[in-house]
């Protein structure tokens, strides 16, 4: 195996990041990476590059929060855990909050896409699991 290339995550493209990623997820066509920060961010980059497409605000990180963030089957909605036990929804195109998703008791701890379907599953450490369908 040979060594990872690096990517640096600043966008200004200095060495000195002031957040983590926490969670990494590709897009259904391998166009995109959506990170999930510790700094109460996501960021969407162009795969294979140092490009943010996208920052997602709203999500809060708690100190010992691991957040987690996946996409949409078309991309238009990123969806991740916040530390108040939602899910935070946005718009992939206009960057805004569409709505939060509610039900878990405790910390979320994954959050997953169907392949084919926009169904969301998350798992909480309240021992549920939960299916939202973004038709409803």
């Known amino acids: 195996m ?5 990517f640096n995550m600043n966008s200004f493209g ?3 990041v002031s957040f983590s990623a926490l969670d990494l997820n ?6 995109y990476l959506l990170v999930a920060t510790d700094k109460d961010r996501a960021i969407m980059f162009a795969s294979g590059t140092e490009k943010q497409v996208r ?4 999500a809060d990180s708690g100190q010992y929060f691991n957040p987690r963030a996946v996409l949409n089957t078309n991309q238009s909605v990123a969806y991740a855990s916040s530390y ?3 899910i935070v929804a946005w718009d992939v195109a206009s960057q805004r909050v569409l709505t939060r998703l509610s039900g878990h008791k405790k910390m979320i701890r994954s959050l997953h896409m169907h392949p084919k379907s926009n169904i969301l599953v998350s798992g909480s450490y309240d021992k549920t699991v939960r299916i939202w ?3 409803s």
């Open 55 to 58: 920052n997602f605000y709203g």
């Open 14 to 16: 200095d060495d000195h």
């Open 26 to 31: 590709s897009s259904k066509d391998g166009k």
């Open 133 to 135: 369908d973004e038709q």
């Open 2 to 6: 040979k060594k990872g290339q690096r």
């Open 84 to 86: 108040d036990n939602t």
